[in-house]
């Protein structure tokens, strides 16, 4: 078993985690100035992505830059990884590969914690992924955790590159975000991503 096995049914069953999904997690949020790289390098890859309509694709050509825009944002303050293994505990499920973490540990060259965003590719299915997010997000925390880096909460994402769903694991409770963000409110996307980082500064 691993974290691409996990369900929203197992999560609740395996890790004892109970889910919410009728709340707006950033009601007051405002969108930000985005670069004029990422406006260019969006305006040329979503439409090339969504052609080829393949995860790798979506993924490459508009998730990582999105994420680096993040990263740009914070002054490189934090730290990026795209599909590395996280392992946490092998024994319960809580291992694999995540497509993307952000960390406010400025280390590159290996993950360090805090782990605060797991963000999960998707092929044209948000749903289908919200169980294995939630189950990387769980195992960000007991990573966190063994480190010495307890904080508050974990935030994570499940996207399919033009369309966003965020959630955020409080304890044993994770709250899926009630409203779907889309590529047109890049600005927005960008503020919600930046401000689940900032939460754990």
């Given at each position: 078993?691993?974290?691409?096995?996990?369900t929203?049914?197992?999560?609740?069953?395996?890790?004892?985690?109970?889910?919410?999904?009728?709340?707006?997690?950033?009601?007051?949020?405002?969108?930000?100035?985005?670069?004029?790289?990422?406006?260019?390098?969006?305006?040329?890859n979503?439409?090339?992505?969504?052609?080829?309509?393949?995860?790798?694709?979506?993924?490459?050509?508009?998730?990582?830059?999105?994420?680096?825009?993040?990263?740009?944002?914070?002054?490189?303050?934090?730290?990026?990884?795209?599909?590395?293994?996280?392992?946490?505990?092998?024994?319960?499920?809580?291992?694999?590969?995540?497509?993307?973490?952000?960390?406010?540990?400025?280390?590159?060259?290996?993950?360090?914690?805090?782990?605060?965003?797991?963000?999960?590719?998707?092929?044209?299915?948000?749903?289908?992924?919200?169980?294995?997010?939630?189950?990387?997000?769980?195992?960000?925390?007991?990573f966190?955790?063994?480190?010495?880096?307890?904080?508050?909460?974990?935030?994570?994402?499940?996207?399919?590159?033009?369309?966003?769903?965020?959630?955020?694991?409080?304890?044993?409770?994770?709250?899926?975000?009630?409203?779907?963000?889309?590529?047109?409110?890049?600005?927005?996307?960008i503020?919600?991503?930046?401000?689940?980082?900032?939460?754990?500064?």
């Open positions: 078993m691993a974290y691409s096995d996990f929203l049914k197992r999560v609740k069953s395996d890790l004892n985690i109970k889910v919410i999904e009728n709340e707006t997690l950033f009601p007051n949020i405002d969108g930000i100035k985005i670069s004029q790289f990422l406006e260019t390098m969006l305006k040329r979503v439409p090339l992505a969504l052609a080829i309509n393949t995860e790798k694709a979506r993924s490459e050509l508009i998730i990582a830059n999105i994420l680096l825009e993040v990263k740009d944002q914070l002054k490189n303050e934090i730290s990026f990884f795209s599909g590395i293994d996280f392992t946490v505990d092998k024994d319960r499920g809580l291992n694999g590969y995540c497509d993307f973490i952000l960390s406010r540990s400025i280390e590159q060259f290996y993950l360090d914690t805090p782990v605060v965003t797991i963000v999960e590719a998707q092929n044209e299915n948000i749903t289908g992924g919200l169980g294995q997010c939630i189950a990387e997000m769980y195992g960000a925390a007991i966190n955790e063994r480190e010495g880096n307890q904080i508050a909460c974990i935030y994570g994402a499940v996207t399919i590159g033009d369309e966003w769903k965020f959630i955020k694991l409080l304890g044993d409770t994770a709250y899926i975000d009630i409203e779907k963000y889309y590529i047109n409110e890049i600005q927005k996307i503020a919600i991503l930046v401000e689940m980082v900032n939460k754990n500064a």
